[in-house]
């Protein structure tokens, strides 16, 4: 299973023209490409005029059939040429393999941390990424995956903890901070992944 998402910037004086826009197109792709499309907005992390769009593929055969459905559609292109001036950015496409997940289905809060492994311990590092995700969705009940990323920097990796509030998420942040035990993996990561590499957002699922 790979996870797609396409972020790209908002124009910061209509973001709420963009947002309702990025909903109305996720429909429009939802129905033409056949694969469920989400939005999502940054909460903390990264700027707050990003949206992202999101689907679950089994396969990249089959983003790219609902890509060239999309692209052969003249309603969807249409759309594409006359909102433009909604945002400030091109698109960037990101394509992420699922190494392992215990989600059963969409939360509304889902924070991310991203890194990249070392030179040579790319292999430990995924064997490590997969149980801290399993240790951290059994110290805390949250649900969450792992996965690499299939293009850009080599190694890179993340993992995904859904929430249905920011409480659940406040429980999470005293978790890491009083387990003996998650900290205990901050230990094991420093020898695995490059140093600075590390990056924590939040984003919220808004469609």
Same mark, same amino acid.
């Given at each position: 299973m790979y996870i797609f998402n396409r972020s790209i910037s908002a124009n910061r004086s209509q973001l709420m023209e963009a947002t309702a826009a990025a909903v109305e197109v996720a429909a429009m792709a939802t129905k033409i490409g056949g694969i469920e499309v989400s939005v999502f907005g940054s909460v903390f992390g990264t700027p707050v005029n990003t949206i992202a769009w999101s689907s679950l593929v089994e396969s990249q055969a089959q983003l790219q059939e609902a890509t060239e459905k999309l692209l052969g559609n003249a309603e969807y292109l249409a759309?594409?040429? *006359?909102?433009?001036?909604?945002?400030? *950015?091109?698109?960037?496409? #990101?394509? *992420? *393999?699922v190494v392992s997940t215990t989600?059963?289905?969409?939360? #509304?809060?889902?924070?991310?941390l991203a890194a990249t492994a070392s030179a040579g311990k790319v292999g430990e590092a995924v064997e490590f990424g997969v149980r801290a995700q399993q240790l951290v969705s059994q110290l805390s009940g949250l649900e969450s995956a792992f996965a690499m990323e299939v293009y850009g920097a080599y190694g890179s990796v993340m993992w995904l903890t859904g929430a249905d509030s920011m409480a659940e998420l406040d429980a999470l942040q005293q978790l890491q901070m009083s387990s003996a035990e998650y900290q205990a993996l901050g230990v094991e990561a420093g020898s695995l992944f490059i140093e600075g590499s590390g990056a924590n957002s939040l984003i919220q699922r808004i469609a």
């Open positions: 759309w594409v040429d *006359s909102h433009g001036d909604l945002f400030e *950015s091109a698109a960037n496409d #990101r394509l *992420s *393999s989600f059963t289905g969409p939360k #509304r809060f889902y924070g991310i």
